[in-house]
């Protein structure tokens, strides 16, 4: 079964603080993936990688940067963190692109004020 | 663009009951199409998963069929258990293969 570990579980911020996510997989999959999930939105993908220091754009990409420093880590950075971006943020990964298995992290819920 | 539409956005059954959890999609050509599962608390993991249209599949008693006429991809089961409460989410697999889109997800409530 894939691991996938995210950090913190939860957090608070301010508006405008600087706020980053942690990723990380212990089955070497190439790909991982940052959604977001809101009520009557579903998953909205924002970032996804499929190797270390490689960066592709999600459909959600406004406000967020990401990084993936190794094939364990993606990290997903908000610089100016904004009250619509309180959400719950999932990590995924997946051995070779999306038409495989997603396997996902417990999430990290982040609440803006 | 791709998309995917659950006009469903909550079941409540008592257990024993039928289930079925509308899903269609708009895209071009021939996606591979999901049903992923979230359990309370949990990520979503994935359910099942069909690459063929007009194919059907199957996992712990669910069953969708890929109907590329109607553009469809309903769930179903026969008889749900109280263990089946989640928010189910119908994805299509984007045409650049790297993406999934999700639709908004229908939370099934099953009473006992």
């Known amino acids: 079964e894939a691991a996938v570990t995210q950090s913190p579980r939860n957090k608070v911020t301010v508006t405008g603080g600087n706020v980053t996510l942690s990723c990380r997989q212990t089955?070497?999959?190439?790909?991982m993936y940052w959604y977001r999930q809101d009520t009557g939105h579903g998953l909205r993908l924002i970032h996804y990688?499929?190797?270390?220091?490689?960066?592709q754009i999600g459909d959600v990409p406004d406000g967020y940067k990401a990084t993936r420093t190794t094939q364990e880590d993606f990290f997903l950075l908000l610089e100016l963190a904004s009250p619509s971006q309180t959400s719950l943020y999932f990590c995924?990964?997946?051995?070779?692109?999306?038409?495989?298995?997603?396997?996902f992290g417990p999430g990290t819920r982040l609440l803006v004020l | 663009g791709n998309s995917v539409t659950q006009m469903q956005g909550q079941v409540t059954l008592s257990e024993e009951e039928f289930l079925f959890i509308n899903c269609t999609y708009s895209t071009t050509g021939y996606p591979t199409l999901f049903w992923y599962v979230q359990y309370p608390g949990e990520g979503p993991q994935l359910l099942l998963k069909v690459t063929t249209a007009n194919n059907k599949g199957s996992s712990r008693g669910f069953e969708a069929t890929y109907d590329k006429g109607t553009t469809s991809f309903h769930l179903q089961k026969a008889s749900v258990q109280e263990s089946d409460s989640a928010v189910y989410y119908c994805a299509q697999l984007s045409g650049s293969f790297n993406k999934l889109t999700f639709g908004a997800g229908t939370r099934l409530a099953v009473c006992p």
């Open positions: 990688s499929y190797g270390a220091g490689n960066l």
């Open positions: 089955n070497s999959h190439n790909y």
């Open positions: 995924a990964s997946s051995e070779k692109g999306a038409q495989d298995t997603q396997y």
